[in-house]
Nanobody, 115 residues
């Protein structure tokens, strides 16, 4: 079965950095795109960053210039390096992978940024 295992979340002070990882296993088709979303309390889930199979990336305006998404296709792993973190970055971060036509989600990892 498909599994997306996220890691790297935690508590960090404002201005600090975190690196999130998401390793996928049991992929049925092939990975078309990998992304990170986040959901803060009382808010809708929003796209943070996406990277396609050809390496193209796009970012939410709120994290542009502070975050970098990358991937290791040999390991089916996607990373999100987040720098200069702000309290408003506090949320549960979810890994998302397009496995062919199928939309896969991780269980989420909490990121808390203290002021």
């Amino acid at each position: 079965q498909v599994q997306l295992v996220e890691s790297g979340g935690g508590l960090v002070q404002a201005g600090g950095s975190l690196r999130l990882s998401c390793a996928a296993s049991g992929i049925i088709f092939s990975i078309n795109a990998m992304a990170w979303y986040r959901q803060a309390p009382g808010k809708q889930r929003e796209l943070v960053a996406r990277i396609t199979s050809d390496g193209s990336t796009n970012y939410a305006d709120s994290v542009k210039g502070r975050s970098t998404i990358s991937r290791d296709m040999a390991k089916n792993t996607v990373y999100l390096q987040m720098n200069s973190l702000k309290p408003e970055d506090t949320a549960v971060y979810y890994c998302n992978i397009m496995d062919g036509p199928l939309n896969r989600w991780g269980q989420g990892t909490q990121v808390t940024v203290s002021s």
